[in-house]
């Protein structure tokens, strides 16, 4: 149980493009979606948390009309890159979990993202 | 905010050997949770912690929850290729939804 999917796991666009990443929880209700971006050899660096149904909330520094967070079923999260430029490529990964509170996250397989 | 150091950062390692390696906090966790990255993928949990002093398995791994509930340990016995990757430990940053994670110890297993 407790499977994350996520799509596409590797996207090239062209600069000032957009791209949509999804994040689908299989096999459990996820009312809580994370995502993450994650440098080489780094740690993970959340972006943003997103409750479903109501609007994500974004950590310091990233901004929310760049990086657009939906997350309007209790199995789906998407994250729009909007206008992504080349220092937009990074490694994304989102992670869902249940209930209220703290739970454990379980995260998708990541989004390798290309921007040339 | 809250910080979690992990050590050692790299491990170069033959194969069969057992492996050790700690997460510390200068603030209390309630939990502490032992995550596995492969290249390219996503963590993948390997175990969770709720319990000072509490001491969990999962085959070849153990994790122990520090009884003073600023620090974590994960060990690996007899180390096999397929445990290569990158090792994060996290915990829940303030006691709520968000984790906060360790840099990750990045293990690499010489045949």
């Known amino acids: 149980g407790a499977v994350v999917s996520q799509h596409p796991s590797w996207v090239i666009c062209k600069s000032g493009t957009s791209v949509k990443i999804e994040c689908r929880s299989l096999d459990f209700q996820a009312t809580t979606m994370f995502w993450y971006r994650q440098f080489p050899k780094q740690s993970l660096m959340l972006m943003a948390t997103s409750n479903e149904g109501s609007k994500a909330t974004y950590e310091q520094g990233v901004e929310k009309d760049k990086f657009l967070i939906n997350h309007a079923s209790l199995t789906l999260s998407t994250l729009t890159v909007t206008s992504a430029h080349p220092e937009d490529s990074s490694f994304y990964i989102c992670?869902?979990?249940?209930?209220w509170g703290f739970g454990i996250q379980y995260f998708g397989a990541g989004t390798r993202l290309s921007v040339l | 905010g809250q910080q979690l150091n992990q050590s050692p950062q790299s491990m170069f390692i033959q194969e069969g050997e057992d492996v050790s390696m700690n997460c510390t906090s200068s603030s209390i966790f309630n939990t502490w949770l032992w995550y596995k990255q492969d290249p390219g993928e996503g963590p993948v949990l390997l175990i969770a912690l709720y319990k000072a002093g509490e001491l969990t398995s999962n085959g070849r791994l153990t994790a122990q929850f520090g009884i003073t509930r600023k620090d974590s340990f994960l060990n690996i016995s007899a180390s096999i290729p397929s445990d290569v990757g990158i090792y994060f430990c996290?915990?829940?940053?303030?006691?709520?939804?968000?984790?906060?994670f360790g840099q990750g110890t990045r293990l690499t297993i010489n045949p």
């Open positions: 992670s869902a979990t249940q209930g």
């Open positions: 996290a915990g829940p940053e303030g006691g709520a939804q968000k984790l906060v």
